[in-house]
C-alpha cells in the first residue's frame, strides 16, 4: 500500500526477535519431532491422495500452535509424546483450516508456493481439507482420556463456526464489534486457546493452571488475528509470502475497517461505506488511506496490544520457569509485530 510505512521482515527488532528465536530453540528437538509427526501423516491416506495431502502438510509455517502447546507442556510439567502428539494434531487442524480459507478468499499464494486451490481448484481443495480435519479428530480418539478428544472437537467446531458466521456476515456494514470480537475468537482464538489449555491439561496441571493458560491463549490467539487484519490491509506480500487484500475483496470486516465504519467524520464514514460495497473494491488504495488517516488503523493496533498485555496478565499464575518465559516472549514479539504499523 503506498499510503502505509510497509511491515519489516517479522525478524524487525534484535532483542525481541533474539528472544523469540531462543523460544523456539528451547523446544526444539520436539518441535522436530512435531515435524516428523506431521509429515508422516501423509502416509495414513490412500495412495491416490497422499500427494495433496502432502502438499498442504509440508509448506511449514511458524507452527505456533503446536509451539504453544509444548510451551505450555513445559511450563506445568515435563514436556511429553502426549504434547508431541496433540501438537500434531492442532497443526492438522490449523492446516484443513488454511485450505479452506484460501478457497473463499480465491488466495493464489501462501507461505511463497501456490495455494491447493490455485493448482487443482476448488472442488478437490475443500474435499482436502475435510481428509485433514477428520484425520485430525481420528488421531485424537488416541488418547485414553476422552476429555483430550472433547477439547480437540470442541474446538474444530468453534473454528467452523467462526467461518461460517463470518461468511454470512460479509459485506454486513451492520456488524458490531461484538459479533466482530465473537467471530476471531471462533475462528482463531479456540486453536490457541485449545493449544495452551491441553499442554497444561496433558501435564496435570491444575485448574487454576489450566484455565489461566487457556485464557492466554484465548487473548494471545484475539491478538494475532487482529494484526493478521491489519496485515492484510499495510503488509507486503513479497515479505509475508501470502495474497493479501483479500478481506477487503471479499467483504471480511475487520478490526479496522469496523473503526472506520464508526468514524465521527460523517464523511469519512459514509466514503468507506461507499468504497465497501463498490464492485470489486476499486478503491481500495482509497479506503487504505481513509484507515490511516482516520485514526482507525492506530486504534486497532491499540486494541491489539491491549490484549496482548491481557495475554501477558494471565501468566501470573503459572510457575515461573523458562517455559512459562518463552510464553511471556511470544507476547513480546508479537507486541512489537504490532508497534512496527505507522
Not at 45 to 69: M, T
Not at 78 to 96: M, P, Q, Y
Not at 174 to 194: P, Q, W
Request: aromatic letters at 6%; one cysteine or more; hydrophobic letters at 40%.
Amino acid at each position: 500500500m503506498k499510503n502505509f510505512t510497509k511491515l519489516r521482515s517479522l525478524a524487525a527488532g534484535v532483542d525481541a526477535a533474539v528472544t523469540f528465536k531462543q523460544t523456539f530453540e528451547l523446544i526444539n528437538p520436539h518441535l522436530y519431532s512435531v515435524e516428523e509427526r506431521i509429515r508422516q501423516q501423509a502416509r495414513a491416506f490412500d495412495p491416490a491422495v497422499e500427494g495433496y495431502i502432502a502438499y498442504a502438510i509440508n509448506s511449514g509455517g511458524k507452527r505456533l500452535r503446536p509451539a504453544l502447546a509444548l510451551l505450555a507442556g513445559g511450563a506445568t510439567g515435563r514436556i511429553t509424546s502426549g504434547h508431541v502428539d496433540v501438537a500434531v494434531i492442532l497443526e492438522l487442524i490449523h492446516v484443513a483450516t488454511l485450505v479452506h480459507d484460501d478457497i473463499m478468499d480465491g488466495a493464489e499464494t501462501r507461505r511463497e508456493q501456490p495455494t491447493v486451490n490455485a493448482k487443482w481448484g476448488n472442488s478437490l481443495s475443500v474435499l482436502l481439507g475435510d481428509c485433514l480435519f477428520a484425520h485430525a479428530l481420528r488421531l485424537s480418539t488416541n488418547f485414553s482420556n476422552n476429555e483430550i478428544c472433547r477439547i480437540v472437537s470442541e474446538a474444530s467446531a468453534e473454528v467452523c463456526t467462526g467461518e461460517i458466521i463470518q461468511t454470512q456476515r460479509r459485506f454486513d456494514l451492520n456488524l458490531s464489534l461484538g459479533d466482530y470480537y465473537k467471530i476471531i475468537e471462533m475462528k482463531t482464538a479456540a486453536l490457541f486457546a485449545a493449544a495452551c489449555e491441553l499442554g497444561a491439561f496433558i501435564s496435570e496441571a491444575s485448574p487454576q493452571i489450566i484455565g489461566s493458560l487457556k485464557t492466554f491463549g484465548s487473548r494471545l490467539g484475539t491478538a494475532y488475528q487482529i494484526y493478521d487484519d491489519c496485515l492484510d490491509i499495510a503488509g507486503d506480500e513479497e515479505i509475508v509470502g501470502k495474497t493479501l487484500g483479500t478481506d477487503l475483496q471479499k467483504g471480511k470486516l475487520t478490526l479496522p475497517v469496523l473503526l472506520l465504519l464508526q468514524s465521527r467524520d460523517d464523511r469519512q464514514r459514509e466514503r468507506a461505506r461507499e468504497l465497501l460495497l463498490h464492485e470489486n473494491l476499486s478503491g481500495h488504495e482509497e479506503l487504505a488511506s481513509l484507515l490511516q488517516s482516520s485514526g482507525a488503523m492506530r486504534s486497532a493496533v491499540e486494541t491489539a496490544k491491549r490484549m496482548v498485555g491481557d495475554a501477558r496478565a494471565a501468566l501470573e499464575p503459572v510457575p515461573a520457569n523458562k517455559y512459562r518465559n518463552g510464553l511471556a516472549a511470544i507476547t513480546g514479539h508479537l507486541d512489537q509485530l504490532l508497534g512496527q504499523f505507522k
